[in-house]
């Protein structure tokens, strides 16, 4: 099986790359993935099962070749036997015998061979029925493999966002604790107050606290992430960039590929096969069997008191035998009609499947429309908030601004810087979601 993130180009939107300090990994979407399938056990045993279906679909395991057996038997009695015998003479009309220790030795060995010259077509359904349990095991691990690619792309943004808001806040420190160094210096020339340095310290000690949570949450992430990697190491990892070209296809596309790809959807339309196949399997099964059959072999019994003392028998025998039900009470057709009720229900779950997919899908075409929106009213916030904050830093350096006020201002580029690397990331995670609704992750 092979794994592929597959990419649509049209509009790119690259995402900050994060920096967070410290002995960690480069980790990208492609490498969590590959790691997460590669070590999940559940894979490992679906792939044991496709082998099981695979080796099952063989005409051998369902009638289609011949049968050839050797056999043999041998046995031998000693009984004691009473016999009465007819004369056919008016006296003694009956002879009777009674001996003890009557031996009889029997030897057969030889070689059967059957065939099933005509049954309906009930060996080819068979044959299809294993067909289809080998295509329902192939898109089960299809499925495991689809949820583990969702899982690894839902907490691999949420730690890329927990990630950038680190550097944002760690850049907000360094130029707070700049600040403080310039007030101090400030302050002994009395062009600052104790109360100015106060609150730039304790902006600092909020931007820390607020760093603090978000990598304490970022640790709880990470441990899921390692987890379902198998990694019991106590590496950290460095979420990389994605640069990634996206383009937003129309809904139509996108019902049409999920129909086709999707691996739930995948694995409710085998289960509708197979239902049809076991329909067609009951209804062929009140059809007549015609078998032919020859053997080969040597015989041999030997008798004490049979007239026929010992008889020796080389040669063989071929012959048609034929086979049709003419009474089950009713096995058949409750059998049939059970089928037929599996192939509605199967149905009426695809049906249900793919409405639920088909919702999944549309929401997370309206997110991407909606983050777009966001995306640019953000994006012109930012330049008004830095704008902003430019000036106010300006007129705080010469007395003509509290500290309070540019604070604030502060606080209004970080929330937005946050808001839009948050954006983004949501932005590529629903792109991701919707390409493994689409069935676009595996091929």
Avoid: C
């Avoid at 070590?39 to 679906?46: G, K």
């Avoid at 294993?130 to 329902?136: A, C, K, V």
């Avoid at 012959?319 to 039900?325: E, F, H, L, V």
């Avoid at 997110?367 to 904050?389: C, D, G, K, P, S």
Wanted: aromatic share 6%.
């Amino acid at each position: 099986m092979s794994i592929n993130i597959k990419h649509y180009v049209n509009w790119v939107l690259a995402l900050v790359l994060p920096s967070v300090v410290g002995a960690q990994s480069m980790l990208n979407l492609q490498e969590a993935v590959t790691k997460v399938l590669s070590a999940n056990d559940q894979l490992q045993i679906q792939t044991q099962y496709i082998q099981i279906s695979e080796n099952n679909v063989n005409k051998a395991l369902t009638g289609q070749l011949p049968e050839v057996n050797a056999v043999a038997t041998t046995s031998y009695t000693n009984n004691r036997t009473d016999i009465a015998l007819r004369t056919f003479q008016p006296e003694p009309p009956v002879i009777n015998i009674e001996e003890w220790g009557v031996e009889s030795f029997l030897v057969n060995v030889g070689a059967e061979a059957s065939y099933v010259l005509f049954d309906g077509g009930q060996a080819k359904v068979r044959y299809q029925l294993f067909e289809g349990l080998n295509e329902i095991e192939r898109n089960k691990q299809e499925v495991i493999a689809n949820g583990l690619i969702t899982a690894v792309v839902n907490l691999y943004f949420e730690l890329f966002k927990l990630q950038n808001q680190q550097n944002i806040l760690l850049e907000s420190i360094a130029v707070n604790e700049e600040r403080v160094q310039k007030l101090k210096n400030s302050a002994e020339f009395g062009k600052a107050t104790s109360l100015d340095i106060l609150q730039a310290q304790t902006n600092i000690n909020k931007d820390r606290s607020a760093l603090e949570n978000i990598k304490l949450a970022e640790n709880q992430l990470l441990i899921e992430l390692k987890t379902l990697m198998e990694d019991d190491t106590d590496d950290s990892y460095q979420i990389a960039a994605i640069n990634q070209q996206m383009m937003l296809p129309n809904r139509e596309q996108v019902f049409a590929t999920i129909t086709q790809q999707n691996p739930e959807l995948k694995l409710a339309q085998s289960g509708i096969n197979l239902a049809d196949i076991q329909v067609a399997q009951n209804t062929l099964s009140r059809m007549p069997t015609v078998a032919a059959f020859a053997n080969v072999g040597y015989f041999f019994q030997q008798n004490d008191v049979q007239q026929l003392k010992e008889i020796q028998n080389i040669g063989g025998t071929i012959g048609i035998s034929a086979r049709y039900n003419l009474y089950d009470g009713g096995a058949r057709k409750i059998k049939l009609q059970n089928a037929a009720i599996e192939r509605t229900i199967s149905k009426m779950q695809y049906e249900d499947l793919q409405e639920s997919l088909y919702a999944k899908a549309r929401k997370e075409l309206v997110t991407m429309q909606n983050i777009n929106a966001l995306i640019a009213l953000e994006t012109a916030n930012l330049e008004v908030y830095e704008e902003t904050y430019s000036k106010i830093k300006d007129r705080n350096a010469v007395g003509q601004v509290p500290e309070i006020t540019l604070r604030e201002v502060q606080l209004a580029v970080i929330n937005s810087k946050i808001l839009l690397n948050t954006l983004q990331a949501d932005l590529h995670k629903s792109f991701y979601l919707l390409n493994l609704i689409m069935g676009n992750a595996i091929e």
